[in-house]
């Protein structure tokens, strides 16, 4: 199985900040055959299902705001959000979906 | 309005059984891969199970084999979970998720099974 460990577990930042938070496979999640990153990061607040944010570890979801940017490669993944909105408190996983079972990162808490 | 919509949860007790269901409304389920992940009270996230648009592969977490089983009706437009001889442990909301190939796009609201005497 493919291990996702992100980190930090928990992170407070101010509003207007920059905010990153790191996820890492146990092995590469990078597809020779598409040369793609297998690599999702979902949103989740309160009471509310998961949201895709970014996947194929770069691709914008449509509706997302410009401000998540998804990067890295291979085994080291980041998400960025550029500057920090109220709305952006969350919980944040990395999930990879490049081999059974998909496993997804322990989250990251994000306050402000 | 595409969504999916999910039911079958509720209270069990250790050892019985459920079938949670997650019907979708405002598209066709049938060209989808099928998931289901599930969320313990205060934890984090955990797949369970997938199935293919026609049903012919299916993937779960190997601990859960034999216990849970997943399946489709495209007819219904509706896939299932099965799970037997449950356990405290199974105590979670559970969602089921779709997407383009094994990405999770579209969620249900998710249906909380808890498993108590």
């Known amino acids: 199985d493919i291990v996702m460990t992100q980190f930090p577990d928990s992170l407070a930042v101010s509003l207007g900040e920059r905010a990153t938070i790191n996820c890492k496979s146990s092995q590469s999640v990078l597809s020779s055959s598409n040369n793609k990153n297998f690599l999702a990061w979902f949103q989740q607040t309160p009471g509310q299902p998961p949201r895709l944010l970014i996947y194929?570890?770069?691709t914008r979801e449509s509706g997302v705001p410009d401000r998540f940017i998804g990067s890295g490669s291979g085994t080291d993944f980041t998400l960025t959000i550029s500057s920090l909105q109220a709305e952006d408190v969350a919980v944040y996983y990395c999930?990879?979906?490049?081999?059974?079972?998909?496993?997804f990162g322990q989250g990251t808490r994000m306050e402000i | 309005e595409v969504q999916l919509v999910q039911s079958g949860g509720g209270l069990v007790q250790p050892g019985g059984s459920l079938r949670l269901s997650c019907a979708a409304s405002g598209f066709t389920l049938s060209t989808y891969w099928m998931n289901w992940v599930r969320q313990a009270p205060g934890k984090g996230l955990e797949w369970v199970a997938n199935m293919k648009e026609d049903g012919s592969e299916k993937y779960s977490v190997d601990s859960l084999k034999g216990r849970f089983t997943i399946s489709r009706d495209n007819g219904k437009n509706s896939m299932y979970l099965q799970i037997n001889n449950l356990r405290a442990e199974d105590t979670a909301l559970y969602y089921c998720?779709?997407?383009?190939?094994?990405?999770?796009?579209?969620w249900g609201r998710g249906t909380l099974v808890t498993v108590s005497s």
């Open positions: 194929w570890a770069s």
């Open positions: 998720a779709m997407g383009s190939g094994w990405i999770f796009d579209l």
């Open positions: 999930q990879q979906y490049y081999s059974s079972p998909i496993t």
